[in-house]
């Protein structure tokens, strides 16, 4: 490892002085003992113990030299002091130490080393002072002038990600005299500093603070780094005041750039001496890099965030594209040559960057993990990122060289309140309101106000939005140090405690006029409601049911009823068994929603029959058991929400009877009832429903007035199934008024909200309405496509429908190209599966279907009795469309209006089941004709 560092850290100490210093630094401390190596003293071992001693007497140089290209004068001297006394004839030392004297501004010193050096090498050796001794002694004779300020250290890498960032830097060091780059470790801030730096003009001075352990040496550091060599200074003896009057009067009349790199743990002082400097030298600039700010007046701050990785649903190119991912691709290159980034490894790697959070020290330190791990494997094993990312580069700063060792530095800076409070947040998986915090951290709230706004200024924490949230990075840190600290159990008890009673205390408003304000509340908390519910599950299933509960009608509000199925079936098998006692209601409600997505757990269903039969008898104790948990007979609860439910449940069981009259009194009655409460989701349903009732009717206008309304309340709530339900129903009444524009506009909003729903019966019932538009515009082969692609895509019972609609559609596609048996097949199809799933409104339209194959067959008597029999299979069938009106007008011209009108009416007086029978083809006799 000696060998190793000592060759890293000569190779590039002429182009990067500052990392060979570090190398060379860390060379020299793994030497332990005496000069030589303690090895045996044997014959054989001789010449290795001589070259050991050689390298190490070389490093010595070596870190002497790079120490004295940094401007670290003082290092210099006294290493290569110590040194010389040792080998008084090691010319390359001398020469070093020559220069270094001359650097300290102690020219005499160097005069009087090298007439001694030449002196003893004439005296032992009878030779004269080596080229190098003799260049040294005579640059200092001519009084060579000292080396300018330290310029910013070479860069072994490109520069990727943070090209905004930069333009908006160099821009305000144009005009700002003092701009603090602020961010966690791992951000960047260097390398952005460094960059912007070497696009400014004029002088500029690069001094790192991170080694700085003494703040009393802050500006004799800041002197070295700026070539201000004086002998007196350079000794930790002058103090601070002298020091800092030198700089002063040496910068009063210069312009330069001074970046201070890594203020963090010497801020206070800093920001003095900053503060002091820029009042007396009105040329100088000042670039600090730090994890909090400096905090005097005129400091600009330039956060420091994450890199961007798009979205899944971005386009490829811009996927490809984003800052997070093109730093990764361009360091895996360093690492294998052969790297391509492309479509395939897109998702795996922008997970990476994701779950890194987009901080470019973790993103290379993962990007170096292909040396032996392909992109699949490292995503996999950020779980525990700290020891996957545990393996950087040996030259860069210890804080620099894993993951861990960055978070551990910003961690040793926090007061212990302060630590207290962070590892107490790590619980917050979506971040804490100041509320939050309060009650589950346990601290009184004028002391957590101070501790949150120093993690904030130490960038510990990101305050937004009125939430203070943590990276993922810094709160699997401050996980690990809850679970040390012992307290963990307690403070997640407090957690899921605190988040239960948020949801219990939001239910009651969720179905009234405050709705959208407490739906985004708990929008705002849903990844702490989902881990709070989580634990809960684990640990205490009876608080877990309670929290379900309460959280059901927000998840059904919502649309996250995928996400709440998954929970409740975790906790139903946590229960395992038939449900307590005193939680049968909570039970059903788990149940219910465990149930409420396509194609859903077999065990779930009985288990909610057999929970819904236990509490069916009483008024519900959550109102919302009363939808979720639907049971003919249960008493309303008596709130006026309840009520109006009721009201909406009567109607709509007459709206699939048939009864329109009857469906309209109880629909109308729920609507004035859920507007005098000012609640969005009763009121849409119930509009939804009367839309229905006037489509019957063929009242198109007012058919698409009430699901505009419908349509506008759900786009309030941000419930994106429901929205794109009312879309797809309402571009279908848009059809049958003869808007296929407008029919097309609202499935192709559907299909944008369908995108967040991932449900696979929407995208079957948009490939039917596309198909239907198609069809309706001449266009069947486009139309066939859609139709063929829509029952591919049904993968459950909640997409049958749109199965049966795409067999009405290719049924009307083959009568309209003459296809009579092909038509008969398809109708007869969809009226065997209609009348199996009890959809009598699309078995009426199989019926109607049959009368236009008869109507091709030359039958115009059976054309008119099925249309007769379609409206007895279902009476919304009052209302025509253009397929039925092309059958109705056929038929009339073959037959003349006195037969059609006597025939149709035969087919209306038959009962549904008489009605189906004639459709199936079997004999029947009405009013004296056979069919």
């Not at 260049?135 to 001519?142: F, G």
Request: charged share 25%; aromatic share 4%; glycine share 8%.
């Amino acid at each position: 490892m000696f060998s190793r560092l000592a060759a890293d850290g000569r190779r590039i100490l002429a182009a990067d002085p500052a990392t060979a210093e570090r190398l060379l630094s860390r060379a020299i401390q793994l030497w332990r003992g005496r000069e030589s190596p303690d090895l045996p003293d044997v014959p054989l071992l001789s010449a290795h113990v001589s070259r050991l001693a050689q390298l190490r007497l070389a490093a010595v140089e070596d870190h002497a030299e790079a120490a004295l290209a940094v401007g670290d004068t003082v290092t210099a001297v006294a290493d290569l002091s110590a040194l010389v006394t040792a080998h008084p004839l090691r010319e390359r030392a001398g020469a070093l130490l020559m220069r270094a004297l001359y650097a300290s501004g102690q020219q005499a010193q160097a005069l009087e080393l090298y007439e001694r050096i030449r002196r003893s090498l004439a005296a032992d050796l009878g030779a004269d002072p080596s080229p190098e001794l003799a260049a040294a002694h005579l640059a200092i004779l001519r009084d060579r002038p000292s080396p300018g300020p330290r310029r910013v250290p070479a860069q072994l890498t490109s520069f990727v990600g943070r090209d905004e960032e930069l333009a908006r830097l160099t821009e305000l060091l144009a005009g700002e005299r003092l701009v603090t780059l602020t961010g966690p470790g791992g951000t960047g801030k260097t390398r952005l500093a460094i960059e912007a730096a070497g696009a400014m003009d004029g002088e500029h001075a690069f001094t790192e603070l991170a080694p700085l352990t003494d703040a009393r040496l802050l500006a004799q550091t800041i002197t070295a780094a700026l070539g201000l060599n004086d002998p007196v200074l350079l000794s930790t003896a002058a103090g601070p005041p002298a020091a800092e009057s030198h700089l002063v009067t040496a910068l009063a009349d210069r312009r330069i750039l001074i970046i201070l790199d890594n203020c963090e743990h010497v801020v206070e002082d800093t920001a003095r001496l900053a503060q002091r400097l820029l009042g007396a030298c009105p040329g100088l600039r000042i670039l600090a890099t730090s994890r909090e700010s400096l905090g005097i007046t005129g400091e600009t701050l330039v956060p420091l965030g994450q890199l961007a990785v798009a979205g899944v649903d971005a386009p490829l190119p811009e996927r490809l594209d984003a800052p997070a991912v093109r730093l990764f691709a361009d360091r895996a290159r360093g690492v294998r040559p052969g790297f391509r980034l492309d479509a395939d490894g897109i998702d795996d790697i922008a997970k990476i960057c994701t779950e890194l959070d987009g901080l470019p020290l973790a993103i290379e330190l993962a990007a170096a993990r292909l040396r032996s791990l392909v992109p699949a494997e490292i995503a996999a094993g950020l779980s525990d990122r700290f020891r996957l990312l545990s393996r950087g580069n040996r030259a860069a700063e210890h804080r620099h060289q894993t993951l861990r060792a960055a978070v551990e530095w910003s961690w040793e800076l926090l007061s212990p309140a302060e630590r207290t409070l962070a590892r107490r947040l790590t619980v917050f998986a979506g971040g804490a309101t100041v509320a939050a915090a309060t009650a589950v951290c346990g601290l009184p709230e004028p002391e957590l106000h101070d501790l949150l706004a120093g993690l904030t200024e130490k960038s510990f924490v990101d305050h937004a939005g009125g939430r203070y949230r943590m990276l993922q990075t810094i709160r699997a840190f401050g996980a690990e140090r809850l679970a040390e600290s012992g307290e963990e159990p307690e403070v997640r008890r407090t957690h899921a405690e605190y988040f239960w009673g948020l949801t219990a205390s939001a239910d009651p408003h969720l179905r009234g006029s405050r709705q959208l304000e407490w739906l985004d509340r708990l929008a705002a908390e849903n990844d702490d409601l989902r881990a709070a519910l989580r634990w809960a599950i684990c640990t205490d299933p009876r608080l877990a049911l309670r929290m379900a509960a309460a959280m059901s009608w927000y998840w059904h509000l919502r649309g996250l009823r995928r996400e709440g199925a998954a929970l409740s079936m975790e906790l139903l098998s946590q229960l395992d068994g038939a449900p307590p006692d005193d939680l049968a209601e909570e039970y059903g409600l788990c149940a219910a929603t465990a149930i409420s997505v396509v194609d859903p757990d077999a065990g779930a269903s009985s288990l909610l029959a057999y929970a819904t039969g236990r509490t069916a008898s009483d008024p519900p104790r959550w109102p919302a058991t009363a939808v979720l948990c639907p049971a003919p007979d249960r008493p309303a609860a008596a709130d006026a929400w309840s009520q109006a439910t009721a009201h909406l449940h009567r109607g709509n069981r007459h709206l699939v009877r048939g009864e329109a009259a009857e469906a309209e009194a109880a629909l109308l009655l729920a609507l004035e009832r859920f507007r005098a409460i000012g609640e969005r989701w009763g009121t849409t349903n119930a509009l939804d429903s009367l839309a229905e009732l006037a489509a019957w009717r063929g009242d198109w206008a007012r058919t698409i007035s009430l699901q505009s309304q419908a349509v506008d309340l759900a786009d309030q709530l941000r419930s994106a199934e429901a929205l794109t339900d009312l879309l797809c129903r309402r571009a279908k009444v848009r059809m049958f008024a003869g808007d296929l524009s407008g029919a097309r506009a609202d499935l192709e909003r559907a299909g944008e909200t369908a995108a967040r729903t991932g449900r696979p019966e929407v995208l079957a019932e948009l490939h039917q309405g596309f198909g239907d538009v198609a069809r309706h515009q001449g266009d069947r082969t486009e139309a066939a496509r859609r139709y063929e692609r829509a029952i591919a895509a049904v993968g459950g019972d909640a997409a049958r429908p749109a199965r049966l609609k795409a067999l009405r559609g290719l049924g009307w596609i083959a009568w309209s190209t003459d296809r009579p048996e092909e038509a008969a097949r398809l109708h007869r199809v969809l009226l065997d599966e209609a009348v199996d799933q009890g959809n009598y409104l699309l078995a009426a339209d199989a019926v109607t279907g049959l009368a236009g194959v008869a109507l091709l067959e030359g039958d115009g008597i059976r054309a008119a009795l099925l249309l007769g029999a379609a409206r007895a299979v279902h009476g919304a069938r009052l209302a025509g469309n253009a397929d039925t009106d092309r059958v109705v007008r056929a038929t009339r011209e073959l037959i003349g209006p006195a037969r059609y009108t006597a025939a149709l009416a035969d087919g209306q007086a038959l009962s549904r089941d008489e009605a189906l029978e004639v459709a199936t083809g079997a004999a029947f006799h009405v009013n004296g004709s056979e069919t």
